[in-house]
């Protein structure tokens, strides 16, 4: 007889019913929501926040169905558009324009489903509607600036070995020029000397009477750009955070190009604000108590609310000069932040901490570190149009007192955490932007266009699925009656393993699925086949069954492993609708070798598996 085990039949069902849990929230509608958050990335929406918004809304009639408080955003969600068009403009207003509110849409999933961690599939661009931005990196004025910096950096540098020597800059070149040839000779000597990066020579030296001539080599010029680029990454990705946007995607395109896509986000005046925002770092000393208001000016904290300093006004160097930075702990475990600076900020921080150190004055004057941000306040007027307001922000983020004489490399203690330590490493990292950029795409996608291709996508799997349905039925009766129930199974563990691993449906990924509703009845129809074959071959029909399943599993095995060998080189090498596409179609072989395989076994061994059969027709 064609029997399963208890245990066998339990692990079977157990995972068909855990599918079927975490598929379940697919079926909730969204609903309409606002994300809110403070400008600056590192404010924490308090309790009074919650309150205060929740204070304003109802007073003014709003109706919402409830707030939630995240970290460093407020999500409150409606019933309908109209109160969260509503919401927006009020806390516009009640906010003066300080609040980032981007629309957005919210899944309604129940409380207890929520607990188990049962969440929809997130849906990509396409889908859910949302905003694609392309930025172009401007690595030409990039690498001029850079190569000019670095003219007045050598000419110093020359200076300092008694080498005197003038330097212009046009574009990519520059001219270093002496007034004589001993010290073009000690010039060329040093520039020789180190004239040398990991995949080979910094510079390009040519030499004309009294004059060198310096152009970046092709190696270091895609070193730089590749850094100014990465870099532009780390701080849009920060930036983005900023939205709370679900899956939202950051990703280099092509040698110069980032593409910034931010699902279920329709206010696109909010989210080119957060990215295209200006931001730069200043290192000033901590003014004396008997300096003159002539010479310091006073700041605030940015993460301590009420408290100020007073900051010099000369300015030791700025955030264009740190090269890195990253968190760490000291020898007594308490959190730190490891900097290094390029030779013009070593020497500018030698200079203003030599003579301020513990280790000079007793007590060290304090080294603050300024944040300035460029931001833009949001108002509406009565027709609800957008009206912006530019407004430069300068905020302390760390104010340390100065133990010894700083260079190139030093680091800043007296942080309160850990996660504070990270955070100001970020900033000074990706504070500033490398490099500048600009937009040179902006498209808005309406839900409404994303609902169209939901519904498109949905319709072709249903009828792909129907089809398939009508056809196995007739072809194959009981048979084909339990390759269907096979196939919804597979379809619902698709679903559930893309909501719980957080992969994001496209709408290439919907053909994906389409594709997988075909192969899924295609191992179905291999075992039938062979079935077919055994009875004609006079097999009694148990073994015909048996032998059915267990001689069509190695042909199942190589046909989908190559199939999916396939699929996750499309997701290694293909680009986002690509792998969409190889996403839904891996996952989708996955589960139909176990739908195909245990599944129908499971309902034929139901069907035929507990009595005699004297004669079966396939």
């Not at 290192?283 to 904290?301: H, V, Y």
């Not at 291709?453 to 799997?461: A, D, F, L, P, R």
Request: negative net charge; aromatic residues 8%.
């Amino acid at each position: 007889m064609n029997q399963f085990k208890i245990w066998q039949i339990g692990l079977i069902y157990s995972v068909l019913i855990v599918g079927i849990i975490f598929a379940m929230p697919n079926f909730y509608p969204t609903k309409p929501a606002l994300q809110v958050g403070f400008g600056a990335s590192s404010s924490v929406l308090n309790t009074n926040i919650f309150q205060s918004v929740t204070s304003e809304l109802e007073g003014k009639s709003i109706e919402f169905e409830k707030i939630e408080l995240n970290d460093n955003s407020l999500k409150i969600i409606f019933d309908d558009v109209e109160n969260q068009l509503a919401g927006r403009r009020a806390l516009a207003e009640y906010s003066d324009g300080d609040f980032i509110i981007a629309l957005n849409s919210e899944p309604s999933t129940p409380e207890w489903l929520r607990s188990l961690g049962g969440k929809p599939v997130n849906l990509g661009l396409d889908l859910a509607g949302g905003i694609h931005f392309l930025l172009e990196v401007d690595t030409k004025r990039y690498s001029q600036e850079r190569l000019s910096s670095e003219g007045a950096s050598l000419v110093e540098e020359f200076l300092s070995r008694n080498i005197n020597a003038s330097y212009s800059s046009t574009g990519s070149e520059i001219k270093l020029s002496f007034i004589n040839s001993n010290n073009l000779e000690q010039a060329r000597e040093y520039l020789n000397q180190n004239n040398f990066i990991t995949s080979g020579s910094k510079y390009a030296i040519s030499q004309s009477g009294n004059n060198i001539n310096l152009q970046y080599t092709n190696e270091y010029l895609a070193e730089i750009i590749d850094y100014a680029v990465e870099q532009n990454l780390v701080a849009l990705r920060n930036r983005v955070n900023e939205l709370g946007v679900s899956e939202p995607i950051v990703q280099r395109q092509g040698r110069s190009r980032i593409v910034v896509e931010l699902p279920g986000v329709q206010d696109s005046t909010s989210a080119k604000k957060i990215i295209g925002k200006t931001a730069n770092l200043e290192f000033r000393l901590e003014a004396r108590p008997n300096d003159s208001f002539l010479r310091k000016e006073s700041f605030p904290f940015k993460n301590q609310p009420g408290r100020t300093v007073f900051l010099e006004k000369v300015i030791v160097l700025t955030g264009d000069n740190v090269t890195n930075a990253q968190s760490s702990f000291d020898e007594n475990g308490r959190p730190q932040v490891n900097i290094n600076l390029d030779i013009d900020g070593g020497r500018a921080m030698q200079n203003a901490t030599k003579d301020n150190s513990a280790k000079v004055l007793g007590k060290g004057r304090n080294l603050g570190v300024l944040l300035i941000e460029e931001k833009t306040k949001t108002y509406f007027d009565e027709n609800d149009n957008v009206i912006q307001e530019k407004v430069p922000v300068r905020q302390i983020i760390s104010n340390a007192e100065i133990q010894n004489t700083l260079g190139t490399s030093f680091r800043i203690t007296g942080l309160g955490s850990s996660q504070e330590a990270s955070e100001l490493a970020l900033l000074l990292r990706a504070g500033a932007l490398a490099a500048p950029m600009t937009f040179v795409e902006e498209q808005t996608i309406g839900p409404s266009l994303g609902q169209e291709n939901i519904e498109k996508g949905i319709n072709s799997v249903i009828i792909g699925f129907i089809l398939v349905f009508i056809f196995m039925l007739i072809r194959y009766k009981l048979f084909g009656l339990s390759a269907n129930i096979a196939l919804m199974s597979n379809l619902i563990l698709v679903t559930a393993i893309m909501s719980t691993v957080g992969a994001t449906l496209t709408l290439p990924g919907i053909a994906g699925i389409v594709l997988t509703v075909g192969m899924a009845v295609d191992a179905n129809v291999l075992i039938f086949a062979r079935i077919s074959e055994e009875l004609k071959a006079n097999v009694d029909p148990q073994n015909a069954i048996r032998n059915g399943f267990s001689k069509a599993f190695s042909t199942i095995m190589d046909a989908n492993i190559t199939t999916l060998l396939v699929a996750l080189i499309l997701y290694a090498i293909g680009t986002g609708p690509i792998k969409g596409f190889a996403v839904t179609l891996s996952i989708g072989i996955v589960t139909s070798i176990f739908t195909a395989i245990l599944v129908t076994r499971s309902l034929v061994n139901f069907i035929y598996g507990y009595r005699r059969i004297e004669e079966l027709k396939i």
